[in-house]
């Protein structure tokens, strides 16, 4: 069973794909075995992050990446993160409008992640569709995240190549220090370009990038800031020729310096994972017990504080010597 | 000891609570035996959460807002939550800045929450840190957060009023829509209104509000949009009136709802609390330890897969029975 079905996806059976990942998204038991499986199929992808604000033009910006890339026959996933939408449970234009324009290729394959489980999760799942698409050997893996979170900052974490995209003026300056994009961002891209006040962002962000940047393992990569237009496919191939640029600056990079920054993604992704299949567990085990209702009850009629509830709730769950702290 | 730092901090002693805020910031442990005792003095100060992007003029509006209340009287505890600056870890301005205005003014403690633990816990730190305020006697606490990220929305969660500020311009209608504010903003602020496109923000969020909003339990409460310049003290007393307002249709609530309403945060409260002891505590544990450097070289090397390295390290410190999923 779970070998046919990685059969079926190394093989690019989009079908089977595209079932797995409405697994993932679901969290229905049992893909992780197939996802244990598929593992070794994978490593051979470029994953390419892009973040940025809402409303910065990021899925112009990929569609027309994908266009390019396409026409150098390369072939291409792409995932759109984007959990924040109280109407769809997902991006409102969503696959279906992006899917026409590349419905009839099968070097594309486009799917969006936009389920935040109970309990978190969302980068868990987001690393685990990539997987899918590397095993399906994709040669480029484009994640689209929409803002700047915790989750955004971890995705990007994640990526070969991270693109923030930026749109002049809303204090961008200000703006982008309080998003701690400047950590993650390998090439920064202003979009929408043809507004007045796009080079006084271009200033901003050089001088940004002189104070935030960290240097230290990253071969002295010194991360170069793009103007662009999406909509007139102003842009692309400058961006597509940075990340091949970048791409090589990782690959030269000393052996110490690259198994230094594999095991520092490893331990990342490895914690993440952890942590969310810990929370799912015990806190689904808990939360369907009685003595859970009954501290609820407790705490809103005030015969109980909050702190001492969860310590009765988790000692009787954790293992011992895990208490003390 | 925990006795006479409760005392301290009921009797309003900024010298204590500040003490024990930075202790929350640095989860020092011990601090939750102090907050246990706190509790009983709690639940007596309205909570006011100001949430929206970055560079929307939510800090200036605050200390207006705060202006304000001091002139009617009410002491006020602001709550500064800004994580996501790499620079200061935390807002640029900061405390200082913001402190000189009031610093002479014994009526108003302002204070900044930065530190994410390794593991997460914000939100579960801004809780503690209202509750120490709440005891402390202050009849407002304004709790600012930047960004709408799911942190910024349970947090919003546990205010009685929040406030959504937002500029005009900027593709504002997708942003927002896809921001998940129209389920937990009670009142919107466009700020800046002076800027020529304000008109159409209004106008795309009056639609918006009418698709989105939830009225099941909010006492048929409409969400106000109001215009306001902050810099030029504009909107400020209206915004006041509003706030006022929703506080009385809370009340108004019938018994059951209240409750409900009171339930339901709780659960929130609560789960997020177990979430990051969880976390935190068998987290620190697993990668302390030997077996999971030696999982994160298994990884690097191809030797491993991550699905089956999370199983094994989780396996030993579960208890039985919550493994099977």
Not at 86 to 114: K, T
Not at 149 to 160: F, L, R, V
Not at 204 to 230: H, Q, V, Y
Not at 231 to 243: Q, T
Request: with cysteine; glycine share 8%; hydrophobic share 40%.
């Amino acid at each position: 069973m779970v070998d046919s079905i990685v059969e079926k996806i190394v093989n690019g059976d989009v079908r089977t794909a595209a079932k797995l990942i409405g697994d993932i998204d679901n969290r229905v038991p049992g893909t992780r075995e197939i996802l244990k499986a598929l593992y070794k199929h994978t490593g051979n992808a470029y994953i390419i992050g892009i973040t940025g604000a809402p409303g910065a033009g990021k899925s112009t910006l990929v569609d027309e990446m994908v266009r390019d890339l396409r026409l150098q026959g390369k072939t291409v996933g792409v995932l759109a993160v984007d959990p924040t939408s109280p109407l769809s449970g997902g991006a409102i234009l969503g696959d279906r409008v992006r899917m026409q324009r590349h419905s009839l290729d099968e070097g594309v394959f486009i799917r969006s992640l936009a389920t935040r489980g109970q309990f978190g999760g969302l980068t868990q799942s987001t690393r685990s569709v990539i997987d899918v698409f590397d095993a399906m050997g994709k040669d480029y893996i484009i994640v689209e995240t929409v803002g700047v979170g915790q989750d955004e900052i971890d995705i990007a974490k994640s990526a070969h190549t991270t693109v923030i995209v930026v749109v002049p003026g809303m204090g961008d300056h200000i703006q982008a220090i309080k998003a701690g994009i400047f950590e993650v961002g390998d090439i920064f891209v202003i979009n929408k370009s043809d507004r007045s006040d796009a080079n006084k962002t271009l200033h901003d962000f050089k001088a940004m990038i002189d104070i935030t940047r960290k240097r230290s393992t990253n071969g002295g990569w010194e991360p170069p800031i793009l103007m662009a237009e999406a909509v007139n496919n102003k842009g692309i191939v400058e961006l597509l020729i940075e990340i091949e640029k970048h791409r090589k600056t990782r690959k030269a990079l000393s052996p110490e310096s690259i198994i230094h920054n594999k095991k520092a993604i490893a331990q990342l992704e490895l914690i993440d994972m952890m942590k969310i299949r810990l929370v799912e567990e015990v806190l689904n085990h808990i939360t369907n017990s009685l003595e859970f209702k009954e501290c609820l009850d407790c705490i809103v009629d005030g015969t109980k504080d909050p702190y001492s509830a969860c310590d009765e709730l988790l000692s009787a769950k954790l293992p011992d010597g895990l208490q003390q702290s």
